[in-house]
C-alpha cells in the first residue's frame, strides 16, 4: 500500500526531478525497446559475421547491408534506453566525438557504398572502417580499451611492413 502511494506520487513528478526521484531507473518499455533493439541488432551481426563475411570478396554488399542494420538497431537500443536526448548528448562529448564520427561514418559510407552506389571497392573498403571503428567504439568505454588497441594496430603494422622489408 505504502509503495503504491509512493509510486503515484513518484510518476506525478515533472521530468528531472521524477529521473532523481526514482534514482534514474529505466522504464518497463525502455527496457523492453532496449532488448527487443539489441537482441535483433546482435542478431543481424551475428548472420553477416557468419554468413557473409566468409563471401564477402564475393558479396560485400549484402555483409555491409546486415552488418550496418545490425549496428544501426545496436545504437538505436541504446537511445531507446537512454532516451535520444541522453544518448546524443553522450556520443557528441568531447572524449566520445572521433569514435562516435568514425562509427557512424563508416556506417553511412557502408550503406551507401553497397545500397545507392554498388560499388564493390567502396563498399569493401568501407565494411572494413566498420569493422575498425566499432571495436574501437566499443574498446573506448572500457578503461585502457583503445590504448591495447592502438597497441595491437601498431604490431600489426610492423608485422605487414616487416614482411616487406629485405
Request: one cysteine or more; a positive charge; proline letters at 4%.
Given at each position: 500500500?505504502?509503495?503504491s ?6 510518476t ?16 518497463r ?39 550496418s ?12 534506453l ?85
Amino acid at each position: 500500500m505504502f509503495s503504491s502511494r509512493v509510486t503515484t506520487r513518484v510518476t506525478n513528478l515533472p521530468g528531472n526531478v521524477q529521473t532523481a526521484a526514482t534514482g534514474g531507473l529505466p522504464s518497463r518499455n525502455q527496457l523492453l525497446y532496449f532488448s527487443i533493439m539489441l537482441g535483433a541488432g546482435c542478431f543481424f551481426i551475428f548472420i553477416s559475421l557468419v554468413m557473409f563475411l566468409p563471401l564477402i570478396v564475393l558479396m560485400p554488399a549484402k555483409f555491409a547491408s546486415c552488418f550496418s542494420l545490425g549496428s544501426c538497431l545496436v545504437i538505436g537500443s541504446f537511445f531507446a534506453l537512454k532516451g535520444p536526448r541522453a544518448q546524443l548528448a553522450h556520443m557528441m562529448s568531447k572524449e566520445r566525438l572521433p569514435f562516435s564520427v568514425a562509427f557512424v561514418g563508416s556506417m553511412v559510407g557502408a550503406i551507401y557504398s553497397s545500397v545507392i552506389m554498388h560499388s564493390y571497392l567502396l563498399c569493401l573498403l568501407f565494411s572494413a572502417l566498420q569493422i575498425l571503428a566499432l571495436l574501437y567504439y566499443v574498446l573506448s568505454y572500457f578503461p585502457g580499451g583503445t590504448a591495447g588497441l592502438k597497441f595491437m594496430l601498431s604490431m600489426m603494422k610492423n608485422m605487414i611492413l616487416g614482411c616487406f622489408r629485405r
